[in-house]
């Protein structure tokens, strides 16, 4: 079954809009959870590393202040598209590591199923 | 249900040498088929991406290679090096990303 939940898995909003995105480990704690982006016919680009009670390290790229991430938990990281444009639209995808020993013998990387954004 | 499936699970050579890795996945109707290298803690680095309509793709020493009727993609790596060795995922995206489970190649000195 699905170990890492992303919420919602499409939203549709107005431009100048901001969008919130949960990445949810469902049975591990993860202190490293990861956000990628996806452009149409593109291949997937990471865009930030999200460790929990620390601020997020964003890829050379990413504005920081466009999208706004938040590991308050150990199970919970979130993704805040601000002021959302259409060129803004694309498939985000979180991860989340779970420690050695706990679902596997070494550290293993769970991908949630994405969460599809159209702006209009 | 789309499922993909890697194979070997773990895979250990010699350096200098050709290798294949194979994912494998249930549903031929997908958009695109990514490869990815993982390293211990970090996250992806995309490798390379084969659109639906496309056979095949190389960039340097990798060449990927997409059969979508029966739904098959290999990874080839030519004169493997310490250097690769890493964590291999396949992921097919159509609605949603589908990952394999990896596999973890050792390339010894």
């Known amino acids: 079954g699905a170990v890492v939940s992303q919420h919602p898995s499409r939203v549709i909003c107005k431009s100048g809009t901001s969008v919130k995105i949960e990445c949810r480990s469902l049975d591990f704690q993860a202190t490293t959870m990861f956000w990628y982006r996806q452009f149409p016919k593109k291949s997937l680009m990471l865009m930030a590393t999200s460790n929990e009670g620390s601020k997020a390290t964003y890829e050379q790229g990413v504005e920081k202040d466009k999208f706004l991430i938040n590991h308050a938990s150990l199970t919970l990281s979130t993704l805040t598209v601000t002021s959302a444009h259409p060129e803004d639209s694309s498939f985000y995808i979180c991860s989340a590591i779970s420690p050695p020993g706990v679902k596997a013998s070494t550290d293993t990387q769970y991908f949630g199923p994405g969460t599809r954004l159209t702006v209009l | 249900k789309q499922e993909v499936t890697q194979i070997p699970a773990a895979l250990s050579v010699p350096e200098g040498e050709n290798l294949v890795l194979n994912c494998s996945f249930t549903?031929?109707?997908?958009?695109?088929l990514q490869w990815f290298r993982q390293d211990p803690g970090k996250g992806l680095t995309s490798l390379l991406l084969?659109?639906?309509?496309?056979r095949e793709q190389t960039s340097g020493r990798l060449n990927a290679s997409l059969d979508k009727s029966s739904g098959r993609s290999t990874l080839y790596i030519a004169a493997s090096q310490p250097g690769d060795s890493a964590t291999y995922l396949c992921a097919v995206l159509l609605n949603d990303m589908r990952f394999g489970a990896g596999t973890r190649l050792t390339v010894k000195p």
């Open positions: 549903d031929s109707a997908i958009y695109n």
């Open positions: 084969i659109q639906s309509s496309q």
